[in-house]
């Protein structure tokens, strides 16, 4: 029989994730340095739908995410991206094969939010289910007319995902930002509020050799 004592840090994290119903994996911390110059990498900047399988390693999901949204001012904490009057209304959901999570960008960490590979829910064409990552592009806007929302939002994910093309040219990895997915479906799976709205989702990973 094991010891209670050998128990202890089990009861305690089951707690802390029952109080939560949360886990959070800390990234390690993002490459902020590098990379290739800018306009090679608008020049190179692309659109592809072929993907192997292969997961992305810590470190290069973690500089994908501080990329993407990232704090590169931690004194405001003003991010990667612009946001209408810096509300930064608008959440990165990662969907992998080992489940999903939420990029909290202030902790550079995932929150897992489920262990359930819900990549077949992240989009409509065939590609997505097997590309190791799709980032879901949340927006949580609140304020204005219905209008509002839907541009702010439209123009929030924009900027985000043209933070990742521009990183992925540099980084030799595939992506497509994707408005086919069931929003109905994948907002009812990742279990999103009333005021969530999912706005465009993209897929990244390796490009497939040929
Ligand atoms: C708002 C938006 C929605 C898109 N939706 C999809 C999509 O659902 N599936 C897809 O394969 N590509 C999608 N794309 C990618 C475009 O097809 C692609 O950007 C376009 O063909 C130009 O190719 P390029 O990105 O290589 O320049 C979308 C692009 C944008 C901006």
Redesign the pocket.
């Known amino acids: 029989m094991r010891k209670l004592s050998s128990l202890i840090p089990f009861i305690v994290l089951s707690c802390a994730a029952a109080a939560q119903d949360l886990a959070q994996v800390q990234l390690p911390a993002p490459r902020m340095e590098g990379g290739m110059p800018l306009l090679q990498a608008l020049r190179i900047?692309?659109?592809q739908?072929d993907f192997a399988p292969d997961p992305l390693p810590p470190q290069v999901l973690s500089n994908l995410l501080w990329a993407a949204w990232g704090i590169n001012r931690p004194d405001s904490g003003k991010r990667n991206a612009p946001s209408a009057m810096n509300r930064q209304e608008m959440d990165v959901y990662v969907v992998q094969a080992d489940g999903a999570y939420r990029y909290d960008a202030k902790a550079h960490a995932l929150v897992l939010l489920l262990k359930e590979d819900l990549r077949g829910l992240a989009?409509t064409?065939p590609f997505v289910k097997g590309a190791p990552v799709n980032l879901i592009y949340v927006s949580r806007a609140g304020g204005g007319t219905a209008d509002d929302r839907l541009i702010y939002g439209g123009a929030q994910a924009?900027f985000i995902s043209e933070n990742v093309y521009l990183f992925c040219a540099s980084e030799g990895l595939a992506t497509?930002?994707?408005?086919?997915v069931d929003r109905a479906a994948l907002a009812a799976a990742l279990k999103l509020g009333p005021d969530q709205k999912i706005i465009?989702a993209q897929t990244v990973g390796y490009p497939v050799k040929k």
């Open positions: 900047r692309q659109s739908r989009g064409q924009g497509v930002v994707r408005g086919s465009l």
